[in-house]
C-alpha cells in the first residue's frame, strides 16, 4: 500500500499535458498511471478534472535576512522569520525556495546558523544562494563550492557607501571583482545573478527627479527609469561574453533589458522577473508600498516581460520576497525597498499568463519550476512530476474569482502588494514531499522537517 493517491489529474509538465493517477509514497513520486486504474493508499485525493502542476520554485527570495543594522527586521528573530514566510510560500503553491544568505564575513563560520533555521523552521525546502559582497567571498569560491555545496551566487552593482550601509552591509562589486567572481564561477560551472542597476545614475537621477512631496510609484521610478538597469546589465552580458561564464540577470523589469537579453542569446543568459513586474504597473494608487528596486514599470515594459516569458528560452520567476510591515514603507523616500509577495507565483502565471494572455501551461510549468531547478542542479528532483522526484505537487482550481487578505497569507506583513487584485487561479491543494500541506485552500500543519537542499552532481 502506497502512502498517497491523487486521482483524476491533468498532469502538465513542461514537455505536455496527460490524463493520469500519480502514486506517492515516501515523499516521492512513485508512479503514474491511467485514470481507469486505482491503487490502494492511505490518503486518496480526488483532483477531480484540475490542473496538477509541480510546486514552484521560487528563484529569489530574502527570508531570515538581512544581517546587519537591528532595525531591518520586522520580525524578533529569523527563527521566526523562517517560520512565517515559508508558510506564506507555501500557501501560494511554492514548495522550494532559493534564498539568499548573506554576510560580511565567510559563508564558512554562517552557513550553520542558516542550516538550523531550514531544517527546524521552515515548512518548504531550502537551497542556498551565497552573496559576493566582498574580495574575501571572491578568494573563498572554491571553498564555498567544494565544501558548502553552494551553486549560485547573487552579486550587487547599485549599492555604495551610505545605502550599502542601510541595507546591512549589501557592498557592490568593482568591475574588477566581478570579471574575478566569473572567471572563478567559469572553473565550478557556478551561477552569478546580478543585480543590474548603475549606482552613478542612481545618483544622478535621484539629485535631478527626487521631490519629497511626490509619493507615487512614478516618481520612484522616475529616479531609477530603465537605462538604470539596460546599461548596467549591457556591461554585465559584455562581461560574460568574454569570460564564457554563465549569468543571471535578476529581477528584470525593463523593457530594454529585455532586448539586450535576448540579443546576446549567443551565451544563453538567464532572464530572472518577479510577480510584481508582472501584474503591477506604475500607475497604480500604491505609493510607497510598491517601493522596490528595480522599480515597478510601465504596462508597455509589463507586456515586454510577458512576450519574453512566451518566447525566450531561459526565464525564471522569483518573488524577491521582502516581508516589510506597512511602518517600514509608511514614506517613499526613507521607507524600505521591497514586496512581499512570495505567495502569487503560481497564482499570477497562472491569471496573467495563461487565462489572459494564452500562454500554454507547458511553458508556465518550464518558468515557474523547471528552469530554475535545472539552473542550480536541482532538475530532475524538483521542477518535475516524474517517477523518481520529490512529491512536490500543487493542484490549481482554475477559473475562478479570488481576492486576496493579507492575513489569509501567514506573512508577518500587513500588507500585500496585490490587495485588491482578482485572481483567477488559486493552489487548491498543496503537497510537499507527499504529505498533504494546503487542503482546500486551507493551510496544515506538517509532520516532516524542510531539507537544506544540495545540487545534483552529475
Known sequence: MIN??????????????????????????????SRSLQIEARTTIDAEGRFVVPGAVDSHCHIGQIPGTGHYRPQASKEENFRTETASSLYGGTTTALNYMFSESSYETTIADYQKWVKEDSVIDIK????????????????????????SFKIYLPYKGEEAHKLGGLTSLSDGQVLEAFAALKRFR??????????????????????????????????????VESESANKILYFSTKIGNRVAIAHVSASDTVDLIEKYGAISPVLET????????????MGSLGKVSPPIRSKKDQERLWEAIARYPLVMIGSDHNAWLRRHKSELWNGFAGLPDNAFILPILFSEGFHKRRIPLTRIVQVTSEIAARQVGLYPRKGSLSVGSDADIVIMDTGIKKFVDPAELGSISDYSPFSGYE???????????????VDSGRTLGLRRKANLLNAIRK
Open 4 to 33: 498517497l493517491f491523487v486521482k483524476n489529474a491533468k498532469v502538465v509538465d513542461g514537455r505536455g499535458i496527460s490524463e493520469e493517477n500519480i502514486c506517492i509514497d515516501k515523499g516521492k513520486i512513485v508512479g503514474k498511471v
Open 128 to 151: 542556498l544562494h551565497g552573496g559576493l559582497l566582498s574580495q574575501l567571498h571572491i578568494d573563498n569560491l572554491p571553498l564555498y563550492v567544494k565544501k558548502l555545496g553552494l551553486t
Open 190 to 227: 557556478g551561477l552569478p545573478i546580478v543585480h543590474c542597476e548603475n549606482p552613478d545614475l542612481i545618483e544622478y537621477f535621484m539629485a535631478k527627479n527626487q521631490r519629497n512631496s511626490e509619493q507615487s510609484l512614478a516618481a520612484w521610478e522616475s529616479t531609477r527609469p530603465s537605462i
Open 274 to 285: 518577479c510577480p510584481h513586474y508582472l501584474a503591477l504597473s506604475n500607475d497604480m494608487d
Open 423 to 437: 485572481f483567477s487561479a488559486w493552489p487548491h491543494t498543496v503537497i510537499v514531499r507527499g504529505e498533504i500541506a
